[in-house]
């Protein structure tokens, strides 16, 4: 099945991306999480978003939930991991499982950790974003996961299946997401310090602590959201945001971009507000695609 429009985030940009799609009868897919934006369930009191004033992150998350719920918007459960240009299509990757859409529209946000040291540059080379994915390349070598949510964990396990050796190593500031459900088998090495490097000469090599470093084949830094760059090939950035024009388009025709991972300031009305601007422009692409089909009949 393709879709006309496969929206890739479910914060505030994504969440208006959906709702103006549907409005105008576009067969749509939204990517997200349970919680539907992470950043905004954590907001205390939100007082600039017009209409809304001295409301809480999780009571403005409710009123997006509700506005979801009445317009039979559903919100698929699984992480996009690469997203490739086809030409007339888009092909959207989550593990095994792969999505097609005419367009796509990124509203992902921005990860604000910065990359550890040698990330990007072993990208393809022994560094990689999902486990899942390339975890056959793995067969019987030493591994490790960088994990900065729970979804790491699960990445972890299953790559313990098919390794040699499996080294974790939490990124986050306290040990409350070790105690939850899908625990580490217990096999995997966990190692409870900060990397500092990810080192290699063609390949990835090691990974370097302050005071020690560990033999490994691959790393695999698990994020809630990948650079731009990663997610999907050959798309312009500036820094670490995606390059967008005053339509919302990006380098890439027929993929927008909307909010947080657009460029600052980082608002929730703003990116609400491009996540309309992507939709309807997309929308639009949609309708002249038609058009110059039917023109060539």
Do not use: W
Not at 162 to 173: C, D, E, G, L, V
Not at 243 to 265: E, L, R
């Amino acid at each position: 099945m393709r879709y006309d429009i496969a929206i890739v985030g479910s914060g505030p940009a994504g969440l208006s991306a959906a709702i103006n799609a549907k409005i105008r009868n576009k067969n749509i897919i939204v990517f997200g999480t349970e919680s539907l934006s992470n950043k905004l369930i954590k907001a205390p009191s939100i007082d600039n978003y017009l209409g809304f004033y001295e409301i809480s992150g999780e009571e403005l998350r409710e009123k997006f939930q509700n506005h979801l719920d009445k317009m039979e918007i559903e919100i698929t459960y699984k992480k996009i991991n690469n997203i490739y240009a086809m030409g007339d299509y888009f092909a959207l990757m989550s593990g095994e499982d792969m999505y097609e859409a005419t367009a796509v529209i990124l509203a992902t946000g921005v990860e604000y950790g910065k990359p550890i040291k040698g990330e990007e540059e072993f990208l393809g080379k022994g560094v990689g974003y999902c486990a899942t994915c390339d975890a056959p390349l793995y067969k019987d070598k030493k591994v490790a996961i960088i994990g900065y949510n729970k979804e790491s964990k699960e990445e972890a396990n299953f790559l313990n299946e098919i390794a040699s050796k499996t080294y974790f190593i939490p990124m986050y500031k306290n040990d409350s997401l070790m105690r939850e459900s899908n625990e580490l088998d217990s096999s995997i090495e966990i190692i409870n310090d900060r990397p500092v490097q990810i080192k290699g000469e063609n390949l990835v090599n090691k990974v370097s602590f302050k005071e020690q470093e560990i033999d490994v084949d691959g790393v695999f830094v698990i994020k809630d959201s990948a650079s731009p760059k990663s997610l999907v090939p050959g798309i312009d950035t500036e820094g670490p945001h995606i390059k967008v024009d005053i339509n919302m388009q990006t380098s890439i025709t027929g993929c927008f971009a909307a909010g947080d991972c657009a460029g600052k300031p980082y608002s929730y009305i703003k990116s609400a507000g491009q996540g309309q601007i992507a939709a309807i422009n997309a929308v639009s692409y949609l309708d002249k695609l038609k058009i110059e089909q039917r023109n060539k009949k």
